[in-house]
């Protein structure tokens, strides 16, 4: 997993390569078409940070969710308290705190032993942050699994590791799929966070046009509909999984 | 079991209860509901651990060790183990609704009894035929009669080859016409009389064909026990003589 991120940040700074300044000023006015144009590639060049961003982010944050589901159901306190506690941290604080003490805090506390580039940092971030949103998804999903299907399982001597794999996630995960792809557009949005710890995502290569041109209209429209040209698909597809999963409990 | 005792807060369920099933016996349970009678199987099923007393598969006890001679609290591993021979048919079915009927039968061989899928398939077959549903091998739950999971429900439990299988109202969330289907099974399993069956049921026509002793019991305790035509025909107790009034004149309505 470390090593995807690694290669993946290190495929960003090629990616980020152009300079903002190597643009033809934008005319004097409100809104100058030709300025938008030009300004496309390098926007789609953040663009394609943010989606491997989200993408990285929702597949970890996907299983973290259900591990933190899982062991939140510890008959254990030692392990089930600190887990709930942890899922209601995070939840409960803004993740650009998260990502400033990811990024800042531990290298200094830990002497710059732990320090990531600034989109795999990104990436822990949003990992961990939708991690514990996921986990209370799994939750609900895992508690509508009916009582009798422990005992049933418990009647054919199947292990608690066997119950979880065989009888309880095959029902409890189909039913909090809808759930699971909003958060995958949710995530898509929070990305421009990232901005603040220097990632060159969508909303940075924006920002970078403005501060270079002094023109916010072209550049943060560019981004605005970007947004919306991947968001609303997935929102489309999030709906289909819906109509999908709805029916199929029983 | 051995002086089995379990309260839920206040409520004393099993008040220091004796019971002893001889192998392939088939014991009918009775009783007015909220008396216990389930709570007996759940605790043999280890879904409920009792407070106190310990209880015997066989020759070794489910809820400890032998260490040194002495009877020790036991872990999972153990548990696990001896529950291996007893399995359990519910009131409300439990089958795992996103499985096929062969699937429901055949994961618990296949995953807690470690068998390969052509020998679990071949068991889960012969159970289907059994229980008369051949032709619903790869139908899932939902897409059968409540008489129909409750056969396939049966067919799960005795896929495992348990020494005991408890069976828990198995005809009470039925209606009324599909009871016939299920009891007809049963009457089938004890007629082949290599398990033992420990029955809870209202079904006192049932009771009296098939089991070789009734108990009644009530308060969390045994307070009658025999044949059942003794049972039947002569109760003792006033509570069993009241219970079966009520009870045979609900049938006779």
Known sequence: MIGVLVAVSSSVTVLAGRDPRDFDAPAPGAWDWGFAIDIVPFMVEGLVVTIQATLLGITIALVLGLVLAILRRSPRRLISWPVATFIEVI??????????????????????SIQFSPLTTGVIGLAIHYGTY????????????????????????????????????????????????????????????????????????????????????????????????????????????????????? | MENVRKAFGDLVVLDGLDLEVAHAERLVIMGPSGSGKTTILRVLMTLERPDDGIIWIGDQPLYHEQRDGELVSAGHRHISAVRRNVSMVFQHFNLFPHMTSLDNITIGPRKALGLSREEANERARDLLDL????????????????????RVAIARALAMQPEVVLFDEVTSALDPELVGEVLGVLREIALAGETTMILVTHEMGFAREVADRVIMFDGGRVIEEGPPAKIFSEPVQQRTQDFLRAVLGREEM
């Open chain 1, 91 to 112: 939840r409960s604080t803004p993740l650009l705190i998260q990502l400033f003490f990811l990024f800042f805090v531990l290298p200094d506390v830990t002497d710059g």
């Open chain 2, 131 to 150: 229980v008369g549903l051949s032709d619903k091998a790869d139908s899932k739950p939902a897409q059968l009669s409540g008489g129909q999971k409750q």
């Open chain 1, 134 to 250: 996921t986990s209370e998804s799994y939750r609900a999903g895992i508690e509508n699994v009916a009582t009798g299907q422990w005992e049933g399982a418990t009647a054919i001597n199947l292990s608690t590791t066997q119950t979880w794999r065989h009888v309880v996630l095959p029902q409890a995960v189909p039913t909090v799929i809808p759930a699971l792809g909003n958060y995958v557009v949710a995530m898509f949005k929070d990305a421009p966070l990232l901005t603040a710890i220097t990632v060159g995502e969508l909303l940075a290569q924006a920002k970078a046009l403005q501060g270079v041109w002094f023109r916010g209209m072209e550049p943060f429209t560019v981004a605005g509909v970007l947004f919306l040209v991947v968001s609303i698909p997935a929102a489309i597809g999030v709906r289909h999984l819906e109509t999908r999963y709805g029916y199929e409990r029983e």
